[in-house]
């Protein structure tokens, strides 16, 4: 898998389109732009092979990460349900999450899903549809912090770390201590967990951490002195799209080095990934609040009234805060035989003042992402492939 990465595709691409990218190529460093896209070749046997190229690629340069980070709990979760090898447990049981460190909260029930209880696989339709905060805090406490560290570093994805929950201020010590978790069939007790505590810390080198000329601090008072991203999650550009490779191509891996995951447990991640909030009834969105592009940022832009190709499925997991838009995603065209992975960030933040959320998203953000799927997008189109891809695997049934 280790290759040189192409660093000369990409910036010929974005300047071959002055008329859509000149103001970032202008000014990278200032909205922190790096981008991976990666071209899948096939062979005869179906079997794929990887060349990738970079722009701007900087794995000490800090990024926030914000909700991209949701995708490693989904697969980590799912992988501590088979190896913890218990009888009876599974992702639908009933997850009944207690508290027992302060600021802590339980959580008994869920409304949004079908039978009203919370599960790890509802939690993980409602990360990957729309990226729900407390689905993925929930999954943060059952996998611990230390076991989601440790299989980032068994997967190879050593500029990362994830030792926060979200939008909760989750910081310090409560960021070590995850709560106690009840999983049921009905009334039965299948499976209890202890509330876990790590000590580790998982240091890493970084620039950019000290950021802009003010903050908004927790009681919504502006604070002017420069923002730290010290001690907050980081997932970097090559790792998010490393985690994505192995997730949607385990084929192309060892059998030691895929995730420890069912054919359900990647039916499960795939549907979700792919679906449009408008396409779900457990859980049921309002359109007005997720449309459907809602967490579509390559392509579609996010824009309410963008045409949906149907012959295209973007599996992806995004995240957006403090200015950074992010997008991880592998896209498909059934049509056309097209797929390819593509992750980038961008920010926007012209005041300089962090956590205040004035951010420039839909006048540069989401042009950008939108921009620069498409154009990746059309080279692939027009791509010599020796071998035609065979992409019936992820055709999901989406009713």
């Not at 859509?20 to 079997?47: A, C, M, W």
């Not at 992750?343 to 998203?361: L, R």
Request: with cysteine.
């Amino acid at each position: 898998m280790a290759q040189q990465t192409d660093t000369v595709l990409l910036k010929n691409l974005l300047l071959a389109k002055p008329e859509l990218f000149s103001g970032i190529l202008n000014h990278p460093n200032k909205n922190e732009v790096q981008i991976r896209y990666t071209q899948v070749n096939r062979d005869k046997n179906n079997k794929p092979t990887f060349k990738s190229y970079s722009y701007n690629l900087n794995g000490k340069r800090y990024f926030y990460p914000a909700s991209t980070v949701k995708l490693a709990a989904v697969i980590f979760a799912l992988e501590k349900i088979n190896e913890l090898k218990i009888k009876g447990l599974n992702a639908d049981l009933t997850m009944v999450t207690d508290s027992s460190f302060k600021g802590q909260t339980k959580v008994t029930t869920d409304e949004s899903a079908e039978n009203g209880k919370p599960s790890i696989a509802h939690y993980i339709k409602k990360i990957l549809l729309t990226s729900d905060n407390d689905a993925f805090n929930r999954l943060f406490e059952f996998i611990g912090r230390a076991e989601i560290n440790a299989k980032l570093r068994k997967y190879g994805l050593t500029e990362s770390r994830i030792l926060n929950r979200l939008a909760i201020g989750d910081g310090g010590e409560s960021s070590r201590n995850t709560n106690p978790i009840d999983f049921y069939e009905g009334n039965k007790l299948i499976y209890h967990q202890n509330a876990q505590y790590d000590d580790k810390n998982y240091e890493l080198a970084l620039t950019n951490l000290i950021v802009g000329k003010g903050y908004m601090d927790s009681k919504d008072q502006l604070v002017m002195e420069p923002y730290s991203f010290a001690d907050k999650n980081v997932f970097t550009i090559a790792d998010q799209q490393s985690l994505m490779m192995r997730l949607i191509m385990p084929q192309a891996y060892s059998k030691r080095e895929r995730f420890n995951l069912t054919d359900s447990d990647y039916r499960l991640i795939y549907t979700y990934m792919s679906k449009l909030p408008n396409e779900s009834k457990f859980p049921n969105y309002d359109e007005k609040e997720f449309w459907p592009t809602y967490a579509k940022m390559l392509y579609y832009g996010r824009e309410k009234n963008a045409a949906i190709d149907p012959a295209i499925r973007i599996f992806n997991k995004y995240g957006d805060s403090y200015g950074f838009i992010i997008d991880n995603a592998y896209f498909i065209d059934f049509k056309n035989n097209v797929e390819f992975f593509l992750t980038a960030v961008v920010q926007s933040n012209e005041n300089g003042i962090y956590n205040d959320n004035k951010y420039e998203y839909k006048t540069v953000c989401y042009p950008f992402m939108k921009n620069l799927g498409s154009t990746i997008y059309e080279f692939e189109l027009n791509r010599t492939k020796k071998h035609t891809a065979d992409l019936s695997k992820f055709k999901m049934d989406y009713k």
